[in-house]
């Protein structure tokens, strides 16, 4: 594989670059005043749905900011809704099914429509179109395991035991429904890949609510499989494992081409772990956006400090970026990112 003119791209794959590259999860969200502007005439899903908000969505933190790579604005639950499912966002609740997954037949019942995707390939296309060549745009899905939680429980839950007594008390019925989630979400992201993604981002945020044990029996051979078709297409893959990489050695197993961490683990640590086998993805706390320029230069140090001048690093937060940050702050984490990493 050679290198690209892209820098995000380059370092995904394990190739030198001249400086640290770095987006933000959610940075096109709730903390940008023109994105609060657009939220304020359209609903959540007309956001994602109608092309044109989609790619001006998108694009927003792209014209704000220096940074490396968009991400596509969507939503890991668009794959329930492709299953026959639909959830709303209730203010202070966040997305509720008032049709979740009840009984067997409910999962019985789960049927695949691939034109449900039509206008976010569409708007795929048109934000890579829009988008600067030495920009890179990431694609994204759900783990199954994460997305399951959520059309069990039908809304944000403390501990998901709906998909949890599912999984031990009836495995066929489990297992059916994570294969329904993981077909859907193979070929979702074919049509990402063939609408001009350049990488494909999977979000496991919920993969610490089950024991190191279940993980490895229920969740991760749908992981995998999925992680190994984005492989397969030549395109490179990124597992963001929120609460999992105490056990490193185990989530590898998946063969994400990216890493991506939460703030709760040393990078540093992780990095030494691993010996070069990942690209890693991370990891400051989202909170310290809320802190001093002073502070956020230390904690930036910290990380990249950590990481040392080699290759194998993408600079993002731990979590999602929060509602109450100040863009200006976002701005000079960029510009201190750059500075500090340069090679």
Same mark, same amino acid.
């Given at each position: 594989?050679?290198?690209?003119?892209?820098?995000?791209?380059?370092?995904?794959?394990?190739?030198?670059?001249?400086?640290?590259?770095?987006?933000?999860?959610?940075?096109?969200?709730?903390?940008?005043?023109?994105?609060?502007?657009?939220?304020?005439?359209?609903?959540?899903?007309?956001?994602?749905?109608?092309?044109?908000?989609?790619? @001006?969505?998108?694009?927003?933190?792209? #014209?704000?900011?220096?940074?490396?790579?968009?991400?596509?604005?969507?939503?890991?639950?668009?794959?329930?809704?492709?299953?026959?499912?639909?959830?709303?966002?209730?203010?202070? $609740?966040?997305? $509720?099914?008032?049709?979740?997954?009840?009984?067997?037949?409910?999962?019985?019942?789960?049927?695949?429509?691939?034109?449900?995707?039509?206008?976010?390939?569409?708007?795929?296309?048109?934000?890579?179109?829009?988008?600067?060549?030495? #920009?890179?745009?990431?694609?994204?899905?759900?783990?199954?395991?994460?997305?399951?939680?959520?059309?069990?429980?039908?809304?944000?839950?403390?501990?998901?035991?709906?998909?949890?007594?599912?999984?031990? @008390?009836?495995?066929?019925?489990?297992?059916?429904?994570?294969?329904?989630?993981?077909?859907?979400?193979?070929?979702?992201?074919?049509?990402?890949?063939?609408?001009?993604?350049?990488?494909?981002?999977?979000?496991?945020?919920?993969?610490?609510?089950?024991?190191?044990?279940?993980?490895?029996?229920?969740?991760?051979?749908?992981?995998?499989?999925?992680?190994?078709?984005?492989?397969?297409?030549?395109?490179?893959?990124?597992?963001?494992?929120?609460?999992?990489?105490?056990?490193?050695?185990?989530?590898?197993?998946?063969?994400?081409?990216?890493?991506?961490?939460?703030?709760?683990?040393?990078?540093?640590?992780?990095?030494?772990?691993?010996?070069?086998?990942?690209?890693?993805?991370?990891?400051?706390?989202?909170?310290?956006?809320?802190?001093?320029?002073?502070?956020?230069?230390?904690?930036?140090?910290?990380? =990249?400090?950590?990481?040392?001048?080699?290759?194998?690093? =993408?600079?993002?937060?731990?979590?999602?970026?929060?509602?109450?940050?100040?863009?200006?702050? $976002?701005?000079?984490?960029?510009?201190?990112?750059?500075?500090?990493?340069?090679?």
């Amino acid at each position: 594989m050679k290198k690209s003119n892209q820098i995000f791209l380059d370092a995904c794959n394990g190739f030198p670059t001249k400086r640290t590259p770095v987006w933000i999860m959610r940075q096109a969200g709730r903390y940008l005043p023109e994105y609060r502007k657009i939220r304020s005439k359209a609903t959540f899903h007309q956001m994602m749905h109608k092309p044109d908000l989609m790619t @001006e969505v998108t694009l927003l933190p792209m #014209k704000r900011f220096e940074l490396d790579a968009a991400i596509m604005f969507s939503d890991i639950l668009v794959i329930p809704e492709s299953l026959g499912m639909k959830f709303d966002l209730v203010p202070k $609740v966040g997305p $509720v099914f008032n049709n979740r997954i009840s009984n067997d037949n409910d999962i019985k019942n789960l049927n695949y429509n691939n034109d449900y995707f039509k206008n976010i390939y569409k708007g795929i296309s048109s934000i890579r179109s829009d988008l600067n060549n030495d #920009k890179s745009l990431i694609g994204f899905a759900g783990a199954p395991w994460t997305v399951a939680c959520y059309m069990l429980e039908g809304k944000p839950s403390k501990d998901y035991m709906s998909l949890r007594s599912l999984m031990i @008390e009836k495995p066929d019925s489990f297992k059916l429904l994570m294969e329904k989630i993981t077909d859907a979400t193979i070929n979702y992201i074919d049509g990402q890949i063939k609408s001009g993604v350049n990488v494909i981002q999977i979000f496991d945020s919920n993969g610490t609510y089950i024991s190191k044990d279940h993980y490895e029996k229920y969740s991760l051979p749908y992981i995998s499989k999925i992680i190994r078709h984005i492989n397969s297409r030549n395109i490179p893959s990124i597992y963001f494992a929120k609460g999992l990489c105490n056990d490193v050695d185990l989530i590898l197993k998946n063969e994400p081409k990216v890493l991506g961490i939460d703030w709760t683990v040393n990078i540093g640590d992780i990095k030494n772990k691993i010996k070069n086998k990942v690209v890693l993805q991370g990891n400051l706390d989202p909170s310290v956006l809320l802190c001093s320029n002073q502070i956020i230069k230390q904690e930036v140090a910290k990380i =990249i400090d950590s990481i040392g001048n080699n290759q194998g690093h =993408i600079f993002n937060l731990g979590h999602g970026i929060t509602p109450n940050v100040n863009p200006i702050s $976002v701005e000079f984490l960029i510009q201190t990112v750059k500075q500090l990493s340069k090679k």
